[in-house]
């Protein structure tokens, strides 16, 4: 059974950092595009930011870039997102998730697989 573990959310001060983490288990998914969304209270859940299979290509949402990067380390079936100078508008919950295919996902129909989300939550 697939499962993705996030761990790695919590409250901080704007302009603050966190680190999230992503665990899958199941299957490998080192083959396969992951990303990071995010859904804050009765808004949809939009990409935050995606990478292919090999981590050469990437993708982040226009208010993200030059404070967030995704990574991941295929051999621990892990995907990260580090997230610095956070602003109060950053807050919501944030969700991984993986493709069955190996390219960049930018909605949510690209995905296969979710975990059960993290909350960030940024006090201004």
């Known amino acids: 059974q697939v499962q993705l573990v996030e761990s790695g959310g919590g409250l901080v001060q704007a302009g603050g950092s966190l680190r999230l983490s992503c665990a899958a288990s199941g299957r490998t998914f080192s083959g396969f595009g992951m990303g990071w969304f995010r859904q804050a209270p009765g808004k949809e859940r939009d990409i935050v930011a995606t990478?292919?299979?090999?981590?050469?290509?990437?993708y982040y949402r226009d208010s993200v870039k030059g404070r967030f990067t995704i990574s991941r380390d295929n051999a621990k079936n892990t995907v990260y997102l580090q997230m610095n100078s956070l602003k109060p508008e950053d807050t919501a919950v944030y969700y991984c998730?993986?493709?069955?295919?190996?390219?960049?996902?930018?909605?949510?129909?690209?995905?296969?697989?979710w975990g059960q989300g993290t909350q960030v939550t940024v006090s201004s």
């Open positions: 990478i292919s299979w090999s981590g050469g290509d990437t």
């Open positions: 998730a993986v493709r069955t295919s190996g390219g960049l996902g930018f909605s949510r129909s690209a995905y296969a697989y």
